[in-house]
């Protein structure tokens, strides 16, 4: 009986030893992609948000509606693309005075239920430097983990808007004077959109981000390559396929006078619809030294915690991604004017509210 109990004890050992040594090597694993998950999490800059731009300055409470002296200068021939030219087809474009623009109450507007969805949102700042100017680009990155759609909206910079704090203005406007907050807060108080998290990159970034991935494959119409070569001086593109560079990207996603504000939001989703499917079945080498190269080009206001709890839930579902494409505003949810002596949409927020919750944002 005595040799039946020890052989029993010595049983139970080994497996308390084997249960044990398994724990251990899950604990040592884990720890391990914690950490390596981290190392890259970190490169990424965080926003400075009270010191790096120009927050609530009084002298910016009328930046872009051409009250102000000064604007930003050209960047190496770019246009700032602010005083297009009024369609000669379509009648004269009507003055408003910013009093009479009619906002619906918070009440009375549609709720927008975005919850279970990650909300991401993309700022591209027209800017060279590292100060904080206006958002050029505003790109939504909303995406449902069940379903794992994926919707990408942008929302164009010239919507009139309610700013928190401050004087309606531009939808650009915000990122310049708060930074991500005031800009997640003008989001939420006109669209009803919770933004969980913020990634900026400006012009710099954005030409080292397209060449570390190694370009990106446009197919080019021969009114963006007229464009391309006789307006903005950019050289060895062609009508169709190309691969495009960094800059040669770059005076892509930023052609608006060949047609519109909506062709040029349109361009930049189709930059990231190319690059999400050059990279979708990307395996673990090609991923890390994309993030060794890419991720130091960013700004954010998420936490490394906020950023690897992002990254666990959408990495292992990149390759079956159903992506879809939007702009707001869209046809009939907004009115042409000009106000202080700029072109704006004026949005019917209960309009593009409603189309935000049963079309746009996935299901």
Do not use: H
Not at 41 to 69: A, H, L, R
Not at 193 to 207: A, L, P, R, Y
Not at 322 to 332: A, D, I
Not at 347 to 362: C, D, F
Request: glycine letters at 8%; one cysteine or more.
């Amino acid at each position: 009986m005595a040799s039946g109990n020890k052989k029993n004890k010595k049983v139970r050992n080994v497996i308390l030893i084997t249960i044990t040594t398994i724990l251990t090597v899950i604990i040592v694993v884990a720890g391990s992609l914690f950490a390596v998950a981290n190392y890259y999490v970190s490169m990424i800059p965080k926003s400075n948000d009270g010191n790096d731009g120009n927050g609530n300055d009084p002298s910016y409470e009328d930046y872009g509606t051409g009250d102000q002296p000064g604007q930003l200068p050209d960047y190496d021939g770019y246009d700032d693309e602010d005083d297009y030219p009024e369609d000669p087809d379509l009648p004269p474009m009507e003055t408003m005075d910013p009093a009479d623009v009619e906002w619906e109450t918070p009440d009375s507007l549609p709720d927008v239920d975005d919850d279970g969805l990650l909300n991401i949102m993309i700022v591209g700042q027209d800017t060279r430097s590292n100060k904080r100017e206006r958002s050029d680009t505003m790109l939504l990155i909303s995406i449902n983990p069940k379903s794992n759609n994926v919707s990408l909206i942008s929302f164009l910079r010239d919507l009139w808007v309610q700013i928190p704090g401050g004087s309606d203005n531009r939808l650009n406007v915000p990122y310049a004077r708060g930074g991500f907050e005031l800009l997640r807060k003008t989001l939420k108080t006109n669209f009803g959109v919770t933004i969980d998290g913020f990634f900026e990159c400006n012009f710099n970034s954005f030409i080292d981000v397209i060449d570390t991935l190694g370009g990106v494959t446009i197919t080019l119409t021969e009114k963006e390559v007229n464009y391309m070569k006789n307006s903005m001086g950019v050289k060895g593109v062609k009508v169709g396929e190309n691969n495009l560079d960094g800059i040669q990207a770059l005076s892509y996603a930023r052609i608006r006078k060949i047609d519109s504000d909506w062709g040029r939001t349109n361009r930049q989703r189709k930059i990231i619809l190319s690059l999400f499917d050059e990279f979708k079945d990307a395996n673990i080498m090609e991923l890390k030294a994309t993030a060794e190269q890419l991720l130091p080009k960013m700004k954010t206001d998420m936490s490394n915690g906020d950023i690897m709890s992002l990254m666990l839930t959408m990495l292992p579902k990149l390759s079956s991604m159903k992506l879809s494409s939007y702009s707001v505003p869209s046809s009939g949810t907004y009115q042409n004017k000009k106000i202080g002596g700029r072109a704006v949409l004026v949005p019917n927020l209960s309009k593009i509210r409603t189309q935000l919750a049963n079309e746009y944002l996935p299901k």
